[in-house]
């Protein structure tokens, strides 16, 4: 039997597991998570349920880096379901444990890998100068960056593959979709013209901006593969580039730019759109509106320091 810190309080809240039917989820995940935490609870002398945020950052980062972050999500939602246990039973616990969510692990990465700067940084990331060519691999590198600046622009991923050429105004540099505009960069129009010039023609009346060679709109599930095969063509050095942190960076850097003319933050409409899309995951993935939003504010938090 393995060592556990707080044995008779953790053996309390398995039992309670046990008497609700969920003795698989004991096995797959309890036993394994409070073996793991007992080293770092004897070292802080503390239960892993009154751990603050960071100290909850440490254990997760260090201890479980390398699962995905489906498996992750499902570890961290254990953890706060344990705690809230305690709490219900009139026992010490940290609120930040109680609230802990997946991107908070994200803080303990460089900020400086963790978002993106400005469009002159993505534009630096992803590199300048591609060679337009009619290619089938070169066709796809100019549309998955095009995409990459649809999306930092602050096009919802889903909204990406429905854009059409005629939602496109070059010359005015802006992008007007569902009636809410979305500005061209400077940095960003050179790639927006490429992917709107290499199909210059509709097909079939197909007239989407990011298509297939057969006129057919991209699915977002292929674009993430497509970002993922081109990494090595995208990007120099070790950074990962995803179209949520993408979208993150932009959402941030257009509330930075509001803040110097005088506007306060507001992540109203990211807040609503994060919940709309936590009712659609499991239970064990699911986030409260409390979560959601000191999540927000942790990663602009994050986000300022590439500015200091």
């Not at 039973?89 to 609230?99: A, I, K, Y």
Request: net charge positive; charged share 30%; with cysteine.
């Amino acid at each position: 039997m393995f060592i556990v810190f707080n044995e008779e309080l953790k053996n309390e809240y398995l039992s309670y597991l046990n008497n609700i039917g969920s003795q698989s989820v004991i096995k797959k995940v309890y036993n394994p998570l409070f073996k793991a935490s007992e080293k770092y609870e004897a070292k802080l002398t503390k239960d892993i349920s009154e751990f603050s945020g960071d100290e909850l950052n440490i254990f997760f980062s260090k201890e479980y880096k390398c699962l995905s972050k489906k498996t992750l999500l499902i570890k961290v939602s254990c953890v706060r379901r344990y705690a809230k246990w305690c709490k219900d039973s009139n026992l010490p616990v940290s609120d930040e444990c109680v609230n802990f969510t997946i991107d908070v692990i994200d803080s303990l990465k460089d900020t400086g890998n963790a978002y993106i700067k400005s469009p002159r940084d993505l534009a630096i990331k992803i590199g300048t100068n591609v060679p337009l060519t009619y290619d089938t691999k070169d066709r796809i590198l100019v549309k998955v960056r095009a995409a990459i600046w649809l999306v930092y622009a602050g096009v919802r991923q889903h909204d990406v593959i429905n854009i059409k050429r005629e939602n496109i105004y070059i010359k005015e540099k802006f992008i007007k979709y569902k009636d809410k505009y979305y500005e061209i960069y400077p940095e960003m129009t050179e790639d927006i013209m490429r992917a709107y010039n290499i199909d210059s023609k509709a097909c079939n009346g197909k007239d989407y901006f990011i298509r297939r060679a057969n006129s057919n709109p991209f699915t977002i599930s292929s674009l993430m593969i497509y970002l993922s095969e081109q990494q090595k063509t995208l990007m120099k050095g070790d950074f990962k580039l995803t179209f949520e942190k993408v979208r993150m960076s932009g959402l941030y850097y257009r509330t930075y730019q509001r803040e110097q003319l005088g506007c306060p933050a507001d992540f109203s409409d990211e807040i609503v759109y994060r919940m709309e899309q936590s009712n659609r995951k499991s239970k064990d993935e699911k986030m409260s509106y409390i979560q959601i939003k000191s999540c927000i504010k942790k990663g602009y938090q994050d986000y300022l320091k590439l500015w200091q």
